[in-house]
């Protein structure tokens, strides 16, 4: 019995001082450049490795990254503030990046060739760069339409067709970006009196408010809904997966996404030069081109980029004067009225 | 006595404290053992929630309480009811059925039952989401069952109804792990005393197995209940419009960027949890629950009788079969292409994960390895000290020892970062910081279970091994925690599992270094390759459900000598 006491202690220690030692030996050295990159990710893990691999190749520098939504790397910076252990933050988009910046958790930096990208997309204050975009669109099960024998929805003002009547989902403003994009656009586009008209009328017809702005898309691929409202990237690419999905543009104009990257203030001092060949790379060419490569459905920003095959590029879609900065602005007190007026008292069953 | 909380609330078989006070201060081990478990329980337990609430009520410019008010003014009250609503449904349902597996298991002869047994741990290991899904894929409006068997139109998975049906699937085995513990614990000569006594055996149930198992049902709702409103992952795929307040909590945070808000909100699910916390020990300390004395006892005669052992098999069979169907569209969803759209049979799931995900299968096993023993030792000093031994402070102790468990995981994780994160205490980015997350967060599953198993052996036990000259240290190591066997394995396997498969609490915390496996299955999901995430999931289930035989073989260990021989 003694001897085992022993060996279960034994064993315990072992396990601690292993942990601890694991603990200890990824502190950076802070100062001396390094060979490595801590970058917090957006994309998806399947996504992001192509693509930090394409940059090790180019730079030999080894980039790990922690997949996080970008609502989360924004908690997490906050939380972070004191000792942030990443020094970029890659995809998502940009609202939240402007959210950042406003908490001051970003550092100001522009990639090297920010020349080549357009100015409609980029920052006015020098805080984050865009990486790709996205638009709103409509996610259409074609079993169901076959099934029901209807047309997709080509605009706004076919969802309120009786056709599609409890058959839209989209996600809630308040719980979701791309929601939340769905609302300021038509803010931003009727006015806001008209904008909560329609969606009152919209409304009667939702299934469902999903938590996750991918939610609807993949809820539309399922069958569980007709009509998903979601960004075009997000409904891409359930449908490269199999699933049998129509992409529809609202022909009426419709807002977008614009993904960015941006520096971390504080982020470990070791990374820093790294950091910004990372951002700048971004912005090169080779790494816009990545898209179609890896085929994954995002737009690249540069103009003179290859653009994945199947996706729908934005000078063959109505696209909204849509202000992201305005929409940040309002956005406590648009999602407040949504949850009084369009809602109203059913709104949290 | 009953009246009076402070007193009743002193196990009855305890001395003076004043007494017990002086002995402490001769323990040395006894005196540092409660002082390295409140120093831990501050550090890793309250100090990451204290965090958290400062955050909600000092602002920018000082203590600010306004945004508890704009909180309350909205439909928090309203939410809050929806998840407390939600809590005791599954609690109730999943100690019913936690109660007849354990029942059936350890009284009965019941045919199947390591199957049984197998299948009933099964639930545990849900990796986030994934469950959930399934069941829009077997239930949903074009679900395998809703519309491919029964043929309807237009089924509505989403809301209260499936919330609580995957709940209580995911919960029960909670509550019977506790439950057949202290099943197992109640010296069956009581029952046996009964019967010759001319009871039936509906009667000895009722009057004596029921009531000697009130510490495990008591203490199977209240982990259910406190589990289930603070659940993540299942209201977040599958509530549709029932808002749940830890899912709306994490939004406020992620999708309205309010970490103040969103804070207060998880904190706020403190408020049920504890109250069910004190209603449990307060009724509990009425009793006496001993029944493992140490005189000599012979194992009873188990249940046989067609009448009783038939609906228990019948049962248990359902319920098995139900789990059995969930994990299976998992399973089968690891293997085919493309589920509901193309069923060809596919390995390129696997061969994606072990290419691309391997780091993090590794480093999931080795934390989850490392906090496990960490983690059933100290629940099971913590349920030892409470009920043993007296001293200042154990409600205080008790308290902060349900903190993290009872908070939602996101909560945790910000806390975690917030108090770790500057030095003297810079934790972040290594892995000792989640190690301390899972110890601290699934340590009271196994408190629970430590404290069932301990309430029903007389202390007159370890008494007899102190007199006799033995050090506490030597007492608990020798004589109580070989008695706790069967709550040590409950400990141990619920620690490994939750460990391996939570998310919510890990998503702040993982870093690129120590990336976790479940994070891999989100961003699976999140990119709608369920495929994918199925492969992960079964892997996980295949390492999870090996290190359960493996944990089975060591707490064997612990028996004494002789008996495992017989």
């Known amino acids: 019995m003694r001897r085992k006491i022993k060996t279960w202690v034994g064993m315990l220690l072992a396990c601690l001082l292993l942990t601890a030692g694991c603990g200890s030996s990824n502190a950076g050295q802070a100062g001396k450049p390094s060979n490595r990159l801590t970058v917090y990710t957006a994309f998806p893990e399947q996504e992001v490795i192509p693509y930090i691999e394409a940059f090790r190749k180019e730079t030999g520098i080894d980039v790990k990254f922690v997949r996080l939504s970008a609502g989360e790397t924004l908690v997490r910076l906050q939380a972070e503030k004191n000792a942030p252990q990443a020094s970029v933050w890659y995809g998502g988009p940009s609202d939240t990046f402007h959210a950042a910046a406003q908490e001051g958790l970003l550092e100001k930096y522009q990639p090297k060739e920010a020349a080549q990208l357009p100015k409609r997309f980029t920052d006015p204050q020098g805080y984050w760069s865009p990486v790709y975009v996205g638009a709103l669109g409509f996610a259409v099960n074609e079993e169901w339409l076959k099934k029901k024998g209807l047309s997709a929805p080509e605009s706004w003002d076919d969802l309120l067709k009786p056709e599609y009547a409890d058959n839209v989902v989209m996600a809630h403003p308040g719980a979701s970006g791309t929601a939340y994009t769905v609302l300021a656009t038509l803010v931003q586009m009727m006015g806001e009196e008209k904008a909560f008209a329609y969606l009152k009328k919209l409304d009667a017809h939702m299934r469902q408010y999903t938590k996750s702005g991918s939610a609807p898309a993949k809820q539309a691929g399922l069958g569980e809904t007709g009509v998903g409202i979601s960004f075009a990237h997000d409904i891409l690419a359930p449908k490269s997966e199999g699933y049998p999905l129509l992409l529809t543009f609202p022909k009426e104009g419709t807002g977008y996404e614009i993904g960015a990257v941006a520096l971390i203030k504080n982020g470990p001092a070791d990374e820093l030069e790294n950091a910004k060949k990372f951002i700048d790379w971004t912005a090169g060419l080779e790494s816009q081109n990545l898209y179609a490569k890896t085929k994954t459905f995002r737009l690249p920003v540069r103009p003179d980029a290859e653009v994945p095959e199947g996706a729908v590029t934005f000078d063959k879609i109505k696209l909204a004067d849509y202000d992201a900065v305005w929409a940040g602005e309002h956005r406590k007190e648009l999602v407040k009225k949504f949850e009084t007026e369009v809602r109203g008292q059913s709104g949290v069953k | ?566």
């Open chain 2, 1 to 566: 006595m009953a009246s009076d909380m402070t007193v009743s609330t002193k196990p009855k078989r305890e001395r003076g404290g004043f007494i017990r006070v002086k002995m402490l201060a001769r323990e040395p081990f006894l005196l540092g053992l409660i002082v390295l478990v409140f120093l831990s329980l501050f550090l890793f337990a309250v100090l990451p929630i204290y965090q958290v609430i400062k955050v909600t009520v000092v602002g920018d410019a000082g203590a600010d309480l306004s945004k508890i008010g704009e909180v309350l003014q909205g439909h928090f009250l309203h939410v809050m009811w929806n998840s407390i609503q939600l809590g005791l449904l599954s609690a109730v349902l999943s100690t019913v059925v936690g109660f007849v597996f354990a029942f059936a298991i350890a009284r009965t002869d019941i045919r199947g039952k390591r199957l049984f047994h197998l299948i009933a741990l099964l639930p545990i290991i849900s990796p986030p989401f994934v469950l959930a899904l399934s069941t829009i894929l077997l239930f949903g409006r074009n679900g395998i069952i809703t519309h491919g068997l029964l043929g309807l139109e237009d089924a509505d998975v989403y809301g209260l109804g499936s919330l609580v049906f995957i709940q209580t699937m995911a919960f029960f085995p909670l509550a019977y792990l506790n439950l057949r513990g202290v099943l197992e614990s109640i010296n069956p000569s009581v029952e046996d005393a009964s019967l010759n006594l001319g009871a039936s055996r509906w009667q000895v149930f009722r009057t004596v197995t029921l009531p000697l198992a009130v510490p495990g049902i008591f203490s199977s709702l209240l982990i259910v209940f406190i589990k289930s409103i603070e659940d993540f992952g299942n209201p977040m795929v599958l509530a549709g419009d029932y808002s749940t307040l830890a899912v709306q909590a994490y939004l406020e945070i992620t999708g309205m960027y309010d970490l103040r808000s969103g804070s207060f909100m998880a904190v706020a699910i403190l408020l049920p949890s504890i109250t069910a916390f004190l209603i449990q020990k307060h009724w509990l300390s009425k009793k006496s629950y001993v029944t493992v004395t140490g005189k000599p006892t012979q194992s009873s005669v188990r249940m046989g009788e067609k009448r009783m052992v038939y609906p228990l098999f019948a049962f248990c069979a359902l319920v098995t079969s139900v789990v059995l169907l969930f994990y299976g569209t998992v399973a089968a969803g690891a293997f085919i292409k493309l589920w509901g759209i193309n069923f060809t049979f596919t390995l390129e799931h696997f061969s994606y994960i072990f290419t691309l995900g391997f780091d993090s299968i590794l480093n999931s096993t080795l934390l989850a390895a490392a906090s496990t023993p960490l983690t059933a030792i100290l629940g099971m000093a913590i349920a030892w000290l409470v009920v043993r031994e007296s001293f200042i402070g154990k409600k205080v102790m008790e308290l902060s020892s349900i903190l993290t468990f009872a908070v939602p995981g996101t909560v945790v994780g910000i806390g975690y970062v917030l108090a770790f994160n500057k030095p003297p205490l810079l934790l972040t980015g290594t892995a000792l910081i989640l190690i301390a997350a899972f110890t601290f967060r699934n340590m009271s599953v196994g408190i629970e279970a430590g404290t069932n198993s301990l309430r029903q052996i007389d202390a007159s036990i370890e008494e007899a091994s102190k007199n006799l000259g033995a050090s506490s240290f030597v007492t608990f190591w020798r004589i109580s925690l070989p008695l706790m066997r069967s709550a040590l394995f409950s400990g141990l396997v619920y620690s490994f599992v939750r460990s391996m498969t939570s998310i919510s609490a890990v998503i702040f915390l993982v870093s690129a270094n120590w990336n976790l496996l479940t994070v891999s299955i989100l961003s699976q999901v999140e990119a709608s390759r369920l495929g994918a995430a199925s492969a992960y999931c079964v892997l996980l289930i295949a390492m999870i459900l090996f290190a359960i035989g493996l944990l089975q073989f060591l707490v064997n260990q612990l028996q004494p000598k002789n008996r495992r021989r017989a």
